[in-house]
């Protein structure tokens, strides 16, 4: 398995440290680049610094607490900052994770030094991701995305907010030192520069900080839409078969062109079309009259031995293999076939091409949407093969804030229902009946 | 209506390996940038054989060569910066490698070129952008930065004591005279400005890979240019490809399944074991398939091993477990098709070599990284690996040899890689295939098998 392989590689659990001035994006990063690591595999978790002091000081007054003269404020920031290594040891030690990300500002030399040295004692892997801007509109935008609406400043109005915030930032920057080109020789780090245009790498130490690095650069802040749909309603759905490369039903070609008059009426610019290499989505494609692409890896699921099945063939034929399937969805690999932990790793180029572009269209089929839908919106690996993603239907999704905005468009063509629910009985003891209780209808 | 499985090769295909947008896009200029010895051409070399490998064709535009061709070398006096004579005929070269890029690009579905020449003066370069903005080419600067005087003197021991320059010279003349024209490019060298340059796409390669600076890369390829420049490493290590031993499926002549060893593969696989340890490699990673045979074969290593699926032997679709005889018995045109042309064509319902190439390339990358490592895999995996390493083309790789029970021991070496054929002297079955003379659909059935290996 490849995320096994990436565990083992990754002996060292590695401690991914953020660094920068408040409004920088680090939180922006953190929750994105752990959003990632998640899905191709290698367990991740955020430890952000603000909510471990929230908890600890309750309410928020201004900006004062952040004065580098205020000694009661410093020991109860270093005694949070204290907990949260702590609880990094626990997720190390205890809770299988891989990557911790530590989403601080980080700004000063000595706690930089301090977390080094701790995390030498530990035995875990240091990287620093600093994040430095200078662009004062990159800064204002994000203060309104993200800092206005902060439990911080929930009884405040928006100019308050701002003001205050704009004075917190001031309070950091008396005493932040950016990683040295010299001292810090020997510390691995990225250091990003305004949103991306620049890069400075340092000492990549293994193929984890590589990943992250190439991940890393490749991801953008350009406002944009990300559009996905499976294809129209195939010869195959009708019949309730899985997998096969068939072409499109009537209904399935009606679905197609209405997609095209969807995606005119959306003024798209510059929209990217991506398609597998089967007929149904290419055949969908066609009818938007705009150039696409076709790519293997969004082909659909490799059901094996059970390509053009039905789920009653596959009941009768391969019945514990059927119900080992319900058992552990995800990782469960037809024979001769492929898994939904394969899917994800096929599609993990298509995900960082997917970062670089902007406006992009991704017709598609339903194992591989459900993939794509959870790298988007943060799914984890039970939920994902569960996903609903209806024939007939568009999902727009907006990056907002810290997550991704969905907007469903049904655009009112009828199609059969080919979302399979887990059933209760998936004991290979079942007998037929508990198998097929969830299956959809079909012809 | 089905489609004929040709008609689907021709159409318009993106994977995210290949890259290469069938639509109408700029071709890219790389412009190295460097002082003498600072591995300009390795990097020009290694990046060119792996962009072709993944589908992008790309060349290398030294201008030495140029330069050699006009003018014989005396010594380091041609490169002093008040040498008139020498820089009219230095920029003659220059324009003509620079017209032989344009014919590369317009003539001969170029999609890269790399500009092997020190590029050291901001004038130089300059000249080169504007040239590239004319001709609506995108240009990505790479820049070798180096201080150790350690790895220059390797540099120089290594490539340039042997260049055609100092043939008849002994190497401490050579050497002596190579500083001297290191000295000639320092008065002049302007490197890339954090400021001046801002608004340029380039990476800067800091004393061999300890740091990188990379400003506004533009587009998809130049993103996958920097990945790979910031995984590839000089340590000196060996790669070793191996198939798995001998398999109950080699032995009946019948392609693709996942049977397990024979006994003669059984015995390969002890053999293997004892090879890898009289060899005392350092940290050895040993990488299989997900199959059972390379499984079988890395059990007897006595050595950790990682599993991949990507190593996976290519999905002969239709055609898995089948025969030669009965694949030209039960779908004769299929198998015409696949001797026209063996890279692209796809098995129905499984890969073609070119698939291949693309499910590999993650591999690749790790290898690159990796220090000492054994790949144990299958034929046409491990030929694909092999084109990589040494740079075949798409038309040698899928009759390139690999035998069973044969180890391959690859060395980089200056610009290559030295390639040792290690036979453990253990009997197996040949399961190498010859392009048969006649490739046309309508040949008949001798034709057809005519190259076929035996088999039981």
Redesign the interface.
Known sequence: ??SR?LR?LTNSPTLIVMVGLPARGKTYISKKLSRYLNWIGVPTKVFNLGQYRREAVQSYKNFEFFRPDNEEAMQIRRACATNALEDVVIYFSKEHGQVAVFDATNTTRERRISIVSFSKEKGYKVFFVESICDDPNIIAQNITEVKVSSPDYVNCDKDEAQADFLKRIECYKQTYVPLDDEKD?HLSYIKIFNVG????????Q??IQ?RI??YL??IHVTPRSIFLSRHGESELNLLGRIGGDS?LSPRGHKYATALGGFIKGQHIKDLKV?TS?M?RT?QTAEHLGI???????LNEIDAGVCEELTYEDIQENHPEEFALRDQDKYRYRYPKGESYE?LV??LE??I??LE?QENVLVVCHQAVMRCLLAYLLDKTADELPYLKCPLHTVLKLTPVAYGCRVEHICLNIEAVNTHRERPGNVDITRNPEEALKTIPDHF
């Open positions: 398995m490849y392989f083992s020789r245009s620049r890069y400075l790498v340092n000492r990549v293994d193929h590589s690095v190439y650069m490749n072409g991506w290499h007929k290419i150039p696409y692409e076709q790519w293997k890896a394969d790793h096929r180029p298509v960082m091409e670089r």
